[in-house]
T-cell receptor, first 113, second 113 residues
Framework: ETGVTQTPRHLVMGMTNKKSLKCEQHLGHNAMYWYKQSAKKPLELMFVYNFKEQTENNSVPSRFSPECPNSSHLFLHLHTLQPEDSALYLC????????????FGPGTRLTVT | AQSVTQPDIHITVSEGASLELRCNYSYGATPYLFWYVQSPGQGLQLLLKYFSGDTLVQGIKGFEAEFKRSQSSFNLRKPSVHWSDAAEYFCAVGRGGADGLTFGKGTHLIIQP
């Protein structure tokens, strides 16, 4: 595998479920990001990790819980979501936090029923 | 706060015709600028970037963009579009760091045969 991979590619979950999204980057990068892409809205930055340490949380509701066990892996744990959380969730990485060029994964299409 | 405006939500171009997608930004310092493309069901692919130097930058797939500081613009151009160019195009601005990238809402490009 090369680049940034995300699993699953599609996820349907009820509001009471707990699920996790996984992101893996094979680029040797040290910074990783979660973005939310909703219809007709710009991409929203959710979380930023640098060398496994969270550096930014853009007022994201606590029903979204990120985890970064190492510089190559990033998870987004989901619980008690709302229908308005349905969106495409994109993971990205960059060589380091100060480097602005980001490489994106294919995304996970999440539907909350 | 930084912002990116893509004034055209949809653009329709005939195959073989030239293309220009507009992007205007607001940023407190000299920005780094990016154009990404997103095909249906896919993540974002970097087309080109501007960091400094020559204000006309070349990217992949025959795209180019010109940075005009006086107009706060970074318009994307292609001299002759192909049907495979149909996609969503995003302009983004950032300088690295915990703020990530700020994206525009995107322009949906439709190619007519």
């Amino acid at each position: 595998e090369t680049g940034v991979t995300q699993t699953p590619r599609h996820l349907v979950m009820g509001m009471t479920n707990k699920k996790s999204l996984k992101c893996e980057q094979h680029l040797g990068h040290n910074a990783m990001y979660w973005y939310k892409q909703s219809a007709k809205k710009p991409l929203e930055l959710m979380f930023v990790y640098n060398f496994k340490e969270q550096t930014e949380n853009n007022s994201v509701p606590s029903r979204f819980s990120p985890e970064c066990p190492n510089s190559s892996h990033l998870f987004l744990h989901l619980h008690t979501l709302q229908p308005e959380d349905s969106a495409l969730y994109l993971c990205a990485s960059s060589p380091r936090l100060a480097h602005p060029e980001q490489y994106f994964g294919p995304g996970t299409r999440l539907t909350v029923t | 706060a930084q912002s990116v405006t893509q004034p055209d939500i949809h653009i329709t171009v005939s195959e073989g015709a030239s293309l220009e997608l507009r992007c205007n930004y607001s940023y407190g310092a000299t920005p780094y600028l990016f154009w990404y493309v997103q095909s249906p069901g896919q993540g974002l692919q970097l087309l080109l970037k501007y960091f400094s130097g020559d204000t006309l930058v070349q990217g992949i797939k025959g795209f180019e963009a010109e940075f005009k500081r006086s107009q706060s613009s970074f318009n994307l151009r292609k001299p002759s579009v192909h049907w495979s160019d149909a996609a969503e195009y995003f302009c983004a601005v950032g300088r690295g760091g915990a703020d990530g990238l700020t994206f525009g809402k995107g322009t949906h490009l439709i190619i007519q045969p």
